[in-house]
Each structure stands twice: as C-alpha cells, then as structure tokens.
T-cell receptor, first 109, second 113 residues
C-alpha cells in the first residue's frame, strides 16, 4: 500500500525558490513522478526519478533518496504561472502511480 | 497525436441513475488508467488496463463501478445507482510500452444531485 506525505500549502514570492518535500512508503518501488496541476485542469508531467540523486530540468529539479523514502521538487526563479498544485507520485509496483494529496503553491508578486 | 480524450466533460445526474464515461487514450498507448479526484486531494487510483485486460482494480472500488476496454483502445467507466459521494472528477490516463509516464485527459466532472 501507499503512505505519501507532502505539505498542504506553500507560499513564496516571485523569483524565489521553493522546495516541496515528499515522504512515501510503498510495498514495491519502481520510481517516483512529480506532476503539476493547475486548478480545474489535468495533471501534467514534470519529472521522473528512478535512481538516487538530482534530476535537473530547467527551473525545476527533483531529488530522490530511495533508502529514506524521500523526494523533493525544487522550483527556482518562481513565476506567477507556477501557482498550482504539485503532486508526488511514487510507482507502487508494476505500472501503477499512487498520488499524494498535493502541495498547493501560491506565488505572490 | 491528439492526446487523451474524455467525454463528456461534465455530467449532472440524479441519485440512483447510471452514468457512463468514455476515454480515448493516445493511440499507440497500451496501458489505460482510471483515477478519481475530489477537491483538495490527489488522484485516487481506480483501475487499469493493459491492452484489453483489466489488471488491477482498487479494493476501495464499489461493485457499482465497472470499467471495460473491449478492443484495447477506448475505455468506458460505468457507475450504477449513483450516490452523492460519487461526485468527483474522473480522470483517464494512458501510458506507452515500457513507460510509466502517464498522460492525463481533461477529465469528466460528475455531480450527483
């Protein structure tokens, strides 16, 4: 089964950096995804980690530690359009993603 | 590639009625998933198919819910005898061979009155 924990809300200023932490417990682990979801829209893919370490993709980076059951998503140079919910989703064996409740990030001018 | 398509976008029904939703995945994707999402929560897994085979179904899923993917292409999700607690966004997603990356449709918003 899944136990996924991430903060409910975070607020930051335009241009700043925000780090969203996620801890998880899975019965089988095949990797972890981060998705972005704007209000009223479908989730869209941000990043995927299967090995330990940092994956960087432009302003967004994601880190994974499999032994600690821990990941974070780092958002740099925040823009207003980054205001959204960010979903941590470990793969629970096979090909099934289980999603956390999401972290709502609000970017203020 | 038109992405994952779901219809209808919105469905309002009365308690006790049956509803059916349709999902058309990305054409070359062999896996198809159904999730349900309520306000302030992440998507909750319901079921998934590999080609036409339904490989897993959530234990939380009532027997009022049934899903099919008869030819391994589009899928339907039916809810019988709807209840107010079924009100949610129903999301469909698909993924390709050897990949766990999900592509989501825009969802069907169900409101049960």
């Amino acid at each position: 089964g899944q136990n996924i924990d991430q903060p409910t809300e975070m607020t930051a200023t335009e241009g700043a950096i925000v780090q969203i932490n996620c801890t998880y417990q899975t019965s089988g682990f095949n990797g972890l995804f981060w998705y972005q979801q704007h209000a009223g829209e479908a989730p869209t893919f941000l990043s995927y980690n299967v090995l330990d370490g940092l994956e960087e993709k432009g302003r967004f980076s994601s880190f994974l530690s499999r032994s600690k059951g821990y990941s974070y998503l780092l958002l740099k140079e925040l823009q207003m359009k980054d205001s959204a919910s960010y979903l941590c989703a470990p793969i629970d064996g096979g090909y099934k993603l289980s999603f956390g409740a999401g972290t709502t990030v609000t970017v203020r001018a | 590639d038109t992405g994952v398509s779901q219809n209808p976008r919105h469905k309002i029904t009365k308690r006790g009625q049956n509803v059916t939703f349709r999902c058309d995945p990305i054409s070359e994707h062999n896996r198809l998933y159904w999730y349900r999402q309520t306000l302030g929560q992440g998507p909750e897994f319901l079921t998934y198919f590999q080609n036409e085979a339904q490989l897993e179904k959530s234990r939380l899923l009532s027997d009022r819910f049934s899903a099919e993917r008869p030819k391994g292409s589009f899928s339907t999700l039916e809810i019988q005898r709807t209840e107010q607690g079924d009100s949610a966004m129903y999301l469909c997603a698909s993924s390709g061979q050897g990949s766990e990356k999900l592509f989501f449709g825009s969802g069907t918003q169900l409101s049960v009155l």
